[in-house]
């Protein structure tokens, strides 16, 4: 728990923002728009892993006020957007383990994109635009 709903709104838009410069700079390292870095790579496919795990303790009930984009329908959908958020957790560890067994560019590309899908899924239907 948190001590008011303005943490908990900071707390899960801090990972998310954190979740955004890695997946990023991941994503930039596949369009060519980065020299591609295999240990960069997995470090940073770790660390959205390791992240996707912390904004679901963020969407207390209550905390759908204030600076947020959340929709308020997540509280009305929470099974739903709490399934979206494990999806994100398996697709992350599978990124995460392609990555660190330094899988060839396509293994690294469709696992990319199973999360990117993922973060689009749940924005189209819970993020404000
Ligand atoms: C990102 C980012 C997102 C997702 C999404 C994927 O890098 O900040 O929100 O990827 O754009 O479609």
Not at 75 to 92: E, S, V
Request: proline share 3%; charged share 35%.
């Amino acid at each position: 728990e948190f001590r008011s709903p303005e943490h908990a709104v900071k707390y899960r838009q801090k990972a998310f923002s954190l979740m955004a410069h890695n997946f990023g700079d991941m994503g930039d390292m596949l369009k060519g728009k980065k020299e591609f870095d295999a240990d960069k790579f997995a470090k940073r496919a770790a660390n959205v892993a390791a992240l996707s795990h912390i904004p679901a303790e963020g969407f207390e009930p209550g905390t759908d006020k204030g600076e947020t984009d959340a929709l308020p329908k997540i509280w009305d959908n929470m099974d739903d957007f709490n399934k979206r958020l494990m999806d994100l957790q398996t697709d992350a560890a599978a990124l995460a383990k392609v990555s660190a067994e330094k899988g060839d560019k396509r293994a690294l590309g469709q696992a990319f994109k199973n999360v990117a899908q993922n973060c689009k899924g749940c924005h189209d239907t819970y993020k404000k635009d």
